[in-house]
T-cell receptor, first 117, second 111 residues
Framework: DTGVSQNPRHKITKRGQNVTFRCDPI?????LYWYRQTLGQGPEFLTY????????KSRLLSDRFSAERPKGSFSTLEIQRTEQGDSAMYLC???????????????FGEGSRLTVL | DQQVKQNSPSLSVQEGRISILNCDYT??????FLWYKKYPAEGPTFLIS?????DKNEDGRFTVFLNKSAKHLSLHIVPSQPGDSAVYFC??????????FGKGTRLSVIA
């Protein structure tokens, strides 16, 4: 069990640039979630996938954000025309079938920290 | 609106004593409540959960209590250890929907 992997771990970019984050979930997990965490806040839900289908998007996910999960394996989160307010930790989590999904337990990656200058 | 509230941003406890972290919620439809622990530069890790049909769940040094009438839950850590120093998040969900998190409480266990 290799856990949830995210990269890059850190990204510094200039305002207006595009950035992309990648998440590799635990291999047998069919659900994949993206959350965002800013200083002093808990993780805030952005979007999630069941296999390759994107089931829900938060109001936090503006038109500049897009997420994909081709073939139901890894996922990417792209932010276009970044703004300073996008600076945050972007967390990916996955969940498997049956028992853990029943309780809602998520397995998180270590996150990708974005700094927009 | 904040559906899950952790009103204490921080808590300091001496090693060996009990740590009590509190969480209030507003949505009576929540069916599962979870606690996560987060160390710096790491993602949150699952600690313990409780179903809305229970009022207590225990796992080693960690016990979660649920008071549905008060819409309140608490996490008890006994005895507290320096390695427990971390940020603790309360989370909840309605059926199969994504978890909603509180803002967290930073626990410092002093040796």
């Amino acid at each position: 069990d290799t856990g949830v992997s995210q990269n890059p771990r850190h990204k510094i970019t200039k305002r207006g640039q595009n950035v992309t984050f990648r998440c590799d979930p635990i291999s047998e997990h069919n659900r994949l979630y993206w959350y965002r965490q800013t200083l002093g806040q808990g993780p805030e839900f952005l979007t999630y996938f069941q296999n390759e289908a994107q089931l829900e998007k938060s109001r936090l996910l503006s038109d500049r954000f897009s997420a994909e999960r081709p073939k139901g394996s890894f996922s990417t989160l792209e932010i276009q025309r970044t703004e300073q307010g996008d600076s945050a930790m972007y967390l990916c989590a996955s969940s498997g079938r049956l028992t853990k999904q029943l309780t809602g337990e998520l397995f998180f990656g270590e996150g990708s920290r974005l700094t927009v200058l | 609106d904040q559906q899950v509230k952790q009103n204490s941003p921080s808590l300091s406890v001496q090693e060996g004593r009990i740590s009590i972290l509190n969480c209030d919620y507003t949505n009576s439809m929540f069916d599962y409540f979870l606690w996560y622990k987060k160390y710096p530069a790491e993602g949150p890790t699952f600690l313990i959960s409780i179903s809305s049909i229970k009022d207590k769940n225990e796992d080693g040094r960690f016990t979660v209590f649920l008071n549905k009438s008060a819409k309140h839950l608490s996490l008890h850590i006994v005895p507290s250890q320096p390695g427990d120093s971390a940020v603790y998040f309360c989370a909840a969900r309605v059926l199969n929907t994504p978890l909603v998190f509180g803002k967290g409480t930073r626990l410092s266990v002093i040796a």
